[in-house]
T-cell receptor
């Protein structure tokens, strides 16, 4: 199993640009999480999907952030327009039915200039 | 905030020594998990302890949980240079939501 796959691994963009981060969860996992990690705020849960349905998006910081999960094997996190304070490492994680352990992807390091 | 707090923030030890990290949290939990993060990588699950358990072992890892004090500790015995990483506790308050602590940065000197 390839584990959770995220792309791109690094993204550098200018303020105001749209950014799309992608995630492929582990096959068979039915829950997916997007996290953001910064030095100041640590690891924060942004949104949680279960069976492709957004269950909890209370961690999404602003309307500039949106996430979709069109099918069980793909999710996107979009920031439009991006701002310098969005610079962080964004992680995707997935979990299987009835499981407790979250499997994390390698993350996308986003830098907004 | 329901975030767990870890102590110490940073720990430097010699290879072969034991490393102990502590985690405190604020409200009742279903379980508590420990994760490791190597620099520039994602988090890796190490061990889970349920609220009705007091101690759990996995290889060189020993985790304790004291629900009356709302605290947990992670002990790594006979540390190795490869154990150098950040360690996070994560508390499970609901069926899915993990709240991560701020982490302990462990440096194991060869």
């Amino acid at each position: 199993d390839a584990g959770v796959i995220q792309s791109p691994r690094h993204e550098v963009t200018e303020m105001g640009q749209e950014v799309t981060l992608r995630c492929k969860p582990i096959s068979g996992h039915n829950s997916l999480f997007w996290y953001r990690q910064t030095m100041m705020r640590g690891l924060e849960l942004l949104i949680y999907f279960n069976n492709n349905v957004p269950i909890d998006d209370s961690g999404m910081p602003e309307d500039r952030f949106s996430a979709k999960m069109p099918n069980a094997s793909f999710s996107t996190l979009k920031i439009q327009p991006s701002e310098p304070r969005d610079s962080a490492v964004y992680f995707c994680a997935s979990i299987g039915q009835g499981g407790d352990e979250q499997f994390f992807g390698p993350g996308t390091r986003l830098t907004v200039l | 905030s329901q975030q767990g707090e870890e102590d110490p923030q940073a720990l430097s030890i010699q290879e072969g020594e034991n490393a102990t990290m502590n985690c405190s949290y604020k409200t009742s939990i279903n379980n508590l998990q420990w994760y490791r993060q190597n620099s520039g990588r994602g988090l890796v699950h190490l061990i889970l302890i349920r609220s009705n358990e007091r101690e759990k072992h996995s290889g060189r890892l020993r985790v304790t949980l004291d629900t009356s004090k709302k605290s947990s500790s992670l002990l790594i015995t006979a540390s190795r240079a490869a154990d150098t990483a950040s360690y996070f506790c994560a508390t499970d308050y609901s069926s899915y939501k993990l709240i991560f602590g701020s982490g302990t940065r462990l440096l194991v000197r060869p």
